[in-house]
């Protein structure tokens, strides 16, 4: 086993531009070269792909109430509630992080009368299931911020006080094992082909300001002596050995031996089908909402006629452009050559080839929409029980990041039954050449 | 030779001998007609303006004659050593040339009085561009005849003398107001890469370096996919959005605890349910935002402006830090200029209005992180605007890495 490994903590952003070299019509020269082979390696350092948001949400009060006494039947219990689930794709290289902006915590008191007080108490849960090639491990994390000094573990009450009470919780340490950003053989087992189950829950009496789970970039890893981990595209050439290019380039191209040429096109042209962004997710949780399920309560329609699955507004009739939605404006960074070239569909439209997947139960269909012609159907017949349902396909967006695009969901039921909707992610679809 | 019916589309191309892949959007529905490639015939378009078209062709010293015409109205011709451009029958540019592959461009548009042209010439053998502009005496061609011919001896023009061209090609035109659908709207599945024929392409194919290296095409293709590719993590890094309707910004605002006043002009609000702590990607420097904003007045009187701003700071104002502890760093926030609502959307019946703030400048704190917040401003005293943010969407812009010069790829 010969393990090669490329540190993308850091992006190398090579100091002379690659202009000189991409523009054309100008005279090769050799540092141009060596700056695609810096810069080709470390493409993976500009990951920082947020998987999930969670918190307020635009809301104006918590869950949790302000000041009531407890042992009134208003406070939850120290067991965990689930708030939020996502599924997605880990860009190769890439571990997790997650920040917390909360502010104190809360009473926590017994679910049944006389509901007895069980003391100030809040945390966040974030449990990630990590499936790879090789294996499959569940990790848990845990961030815990101060508990109230108020009245009855109310908030501050001053004008602004709540502002000053913000704590920044942070882990940046979200690995599937504890060695798996130093132990390259660790490393290995989970540098590429990885999906990750985020789980989200809330235990005791927490006041969420604001959650955010990314992907944070630490090294990416190949085996270059087995066929299943094809060797790299760097290769010094001197070898007789001729195989399939790496996917993802994991070392510097040797200056030794510049014919490498039509390999490191190779590797760029399958980078740009392999990686894109993270579209954004939902959970059907609203903070607002003064209670504490164990899970949120979910979306649901009995209607066999579409509506938009996250507002409860009637919205018929109204133009795409003057309804909320979630950008796809990122879309256009990603757009595929083949299906959508750089100033494509008369400068007007591209598309971006995406995965969406919901989490539901019940019969029916989820549908996400760029645009009224552009639509994915999510068929979902899972009575009884919630599961993910996945769909692939493209989704409209602009020609170039500052033109506005966005996506919405809409569902209906079907065989006469309910649908029921908990969580909702769309990212960028994986195209392999 | 061939030539592209009047009621093709006009992003047809001309391919010659030699192989070439399509990759473009021209390859819709493309239709092989004998050597030409064009879109099937439809009655949308014609070889009205606005338009380009361009030829790539060897143009020497002795060649004469046509080398396309759209018959009567305009023509690209060779004569006595001068590439002449010809609209209604009248000269309007002429360029002298050297030996070598041209690229051959007329564009013309229309302007309130008339239209204007424009006559490029580049030449690949000493890298010298001719650009003239032009005014067209007269009104702007009209459609009538129905052939584009190349080469062809039509319309009393001569018979080119030189080499074939390697392409031709007329360029994307405006839609119609009334051209409501793309033509991928009508693809139901990716249409296949096509294949046709063409010379070799009057592209380097290698260039050597001061250091002997070979940095041909394929590293051109490669420093320009690369470029691209650094782009393509980047994600939204707000995709907010109220469960309901959400918190509703009120003057005066009456839950003081959550408000905050905001750093910079104007009595503007923050609210605790508007705080966005988000990564900032490596090389972004600025994102662009949008809001669905909603507004309603209470009263149901008559709707006054609610200013709207988005900032990206590096810290909260009353985030409780150590001074010259780990996390503390000045404050440094950046904001949008202000937008307005004036709209009462609840009697309008709609749901809010998008909302578009433009660029807004990222200040990081120190893990590379930011804190987006938007506010709003309420200046008129009434007491009854209140708005509500319903959607917020923070994308990142793929401004400058030193390498990177457009604004956008």
């Known amino acids: 086993m010969t393990i090669r490994y490329r540190d993308i903590q850091t992006p190398d952003v090579p100091s002379n531009p690659l202009h000189n070299l991409a523009r054309g019509l100008r005279i090769g020269k050799e540092y141009p070269v060596r700056n695609v082979s810096n810069a080709q390696d470390t493409i993976f350092g500009h990951g920082r792909r947020v998987l999930l948001r969670e918190g307020l949400k635009m809301s104006g009060a918590f869950a949790v109430p302000n000041g009531t006494p407890p042992g009134t039947g208003q406070y939850p219990d120290q067991a965990a509630r689930e708030i939020a689930r996502v599924k997605a794709k880990l860009t190769p290289g890439h571990y997790l992080a997650w920040t917390v902006l909360s502010l104190p915590s809360g009473p926590t008191e017994e679910q049944i009368a006389p509901f007895n007080y069980l003391g100030l108490f809040g945390q966040y849960r974030l449990t990630v299931t990590w499936v790879g090639p090789v294996a499959t491990v569940v990790t848990t994390h845990t961030l815990e911020p101060t508990t109230s000094t108020q009245t009855n573990g109310g908030e501050a009450q001053a004008p602004s006080s709540n502002w000053s009470k913000i704590e920044r919780l942070a882990d940046s340490d979200v690995f599937p094992a504890p060695n798996a950003n130093f132990d ?60 399939l290019s790496s996917p993802y380039p994991v070392e510097q191209f040797s200056l030794t031996d510049p014919s490498q040429g039509s390999k490191q096109v190779l590797v760029s042209a399958q980078l740009q089908m392999r990686i894109g962004p993270h579209f954004g997710n939902v959970s059907s949780h609203n903070e ?5 399920p164990k899970a949120p309560p979910p979306w649901s329609r009995v209607a066999a006629t579409f509506a938009e699955l996250r507002v409860p507004v009637a919205l018929a009739g109204a133009a795409l452009a003057n309804r909320p939605g979630a950008s796809v404006s990122s879309g256009s960074t990603c757009q595929l050559v083949r299906v959508s070239g750089r100033v494509e569909m008369r400068e007007v439209n591209a598309a971006v080839p995406v995965c969406a997947r919901v989490y539901a139960q019940g019969e029916g269909v989820v549908r996400v929409k760029g645009n009224d012609y552009s639509e994915i159907n999510l068929v979902v017949n899972s009575p009884g029980v919630y599961a993910w349902v996945e769909a692939t396909g493209f989704l409209r967006c602009g020609i170039y990041a500052d033109d506005a695009s966005w996506f919405e969901a809409w569902f209906a039921a079907t065989g006469g039954g309910q649908i029921d909707v908990r969580y909702l992610s769309v990212e960028y679809e994986e195209n392999k050449p | 030779m061939p030539a592209i019916d009047r009621l093709s589309k006009p992003d047809s191309r001309l391919l010659l001998l030699g192989s070439i892949v399509d990759v473009s959007q021209y390859r819709t529905n493309l239709v092989d007609q004998g050597g030409w490639w064009n879109e099937a015939a439809s009655s949308r378009t014609d070889w009205s303006i606005p338009w380009s078209v361009q030829v790539d062709i060897e143009i020497v010293a002795g060649n004469t004659g046509t080398i396309i015409d759209r018959v009567g109205l305009w023509r690209i011709d060779v004569a006595a050593g001068v590439i002449r451009f010809f609209v209604n029958g009248v000269q ?63 319309g009393g023009a001569s018979q080119w003398t030189g080499d074939d061209p390697n392409t031709v090609r007329v360029g994307r035109r405006a839609h119609a107001s009334t051209e409501t659908r793309e033509d991928f709207v009508l693809e139901q599945v990716p249409p296949p890469s096509t ?6 392409q009057a592209l380097p194919v290698e260039t050597v370096g001061d250091q002997g290296h070979f940095t041909g095409p394929a590293y051109v293709s490669a420093g320009d996919a690369t470029i691209a590719n650094r782009r393509r993590l980047r994600s939204p890094l707000g995709a907010e959005r109220a469960p309901n309707y959400g918190y509703e910004f009120q003057e005066p605002a009456p839950i003081l605890e959550w408000v905050q006043n905001a750093k910079g002009p104007g009595n503007y609000q923050w609210h605790l349910g508007h705080i966005y702590y988000r990564p900032i990607p490596p090389g972004v420097q600025w994102v662009t935002v949008r809001a669905f904003l909603r507004q309603r007045v209470a009263s149901g009187g008559p709707a006054l402006p609610v200013h709207w701003r988005v900032w990206s700071c590096n810290a909260l104002p009353n985030l409780e830090q150590v001074v010259n502890g780990p996390d503390w760093q000045p404050l440094t926030c950046f904001y949008t200029p202000l937008q307005d609502t004036n709209t009462d959307h609840m009697l309008a019946g709609q749901l809010g209005e998008w909302v578009d703030f433009g660029r807004l400048k990222v200040s990081e704190d120190g893990y590379g992180l930011s804190y987006f917040l938007i506010g709003a401003n309420f200046d008129d005293a009434d ?6 943010v319903l959607d917020l969407t923070i994308d990142p812009l793929p401004t400058p890495f030193g390498d990177e010069q457009e604004a956008a790829p």
């Open chain 2, 195 to 200: 294949f046709g024929e063409s010379k070799t």
């Open chain 1, 184 to 243: 390259i053989t660790e490393l290995l087992k989970w540098s590429q082909a990885v999906e990750v189950e985020l789980l989200l829950e809330y235990l005791g009496a927490c006041r969420p300001v604001d959650i955010c789970v990314y992907e944070r970039p630490i090294r990416f890893a190949a085996d270059t002596d087995t066929d299943d981990l094809p060797t790299p595209c760097h290769t010094t050439g001197g070898s007789a050995k001729v195989q």
């Open chain 2, 92 to 154: 309007v540019a002429g360029h002298t040339f050297a030996d070598g592959m041209h690229i051959l461009g007329l564009s013309l548009w229309t302007t309130p009085v008339g239209a204007r042209a424009e006559s490029t010439i580049y030449n690949f053998a000493t890298a010298a561009w001719d650009i003239q502009h032009f005014d067209l005496p007269g009104p702007p061609p009209s459609p009538g005849a129905t052939e584009l011919a190349v080469m062809a001896n039509a």
């Open chain 1, 288 to 292: 607002a909402n003064a209670s504490f």
């Open chain 2, 383 to 388: 007491d009854q605007q209140r708005g509500a």
